[in-house]
């Protein structure tokens, strides 16, 4: 295992450029994946719901946009951690 560490040094330390550009990229995309998914999947059972009831359908949209928010506040720390880094 420490053979496998010392290489990858190396190696790292081999490369020249800006590393963090691509970490940065990484970050941001890894983090707005399952924000993503989560939308997606709220949004169509939120669509189905109201297609089998329409007559709850304005509670139903409210508490999906509310589940849209707290799930986007996940992709949005994903965006501010991308700057910290």
Do not use: H, N, W
């Amino acid at each position: 295992m420490g053979e496998l560490l010392s290489q990858v040094g190396a190696f790292v330390a081999q490369v020249e450029g800006d590393v963090g550009v691509i970490g940065r990229g990484l970050v941001f995309g890894l983090g707005a994946i399952g924000p993503g998914i989560g939308i997606g999947y709220l949004v169509g059972k939120a669509v189905e719901a109201m297609a089998r009831q329409p007559e709850a359908a304005g509670m139903v949209r409210t508490t999906m946009f509310l589940g849209i928010a707290f799930t986007e506040a996940l992709a949005l720390f994903g965006f501010v951690l991308t700057f910290i880094i």
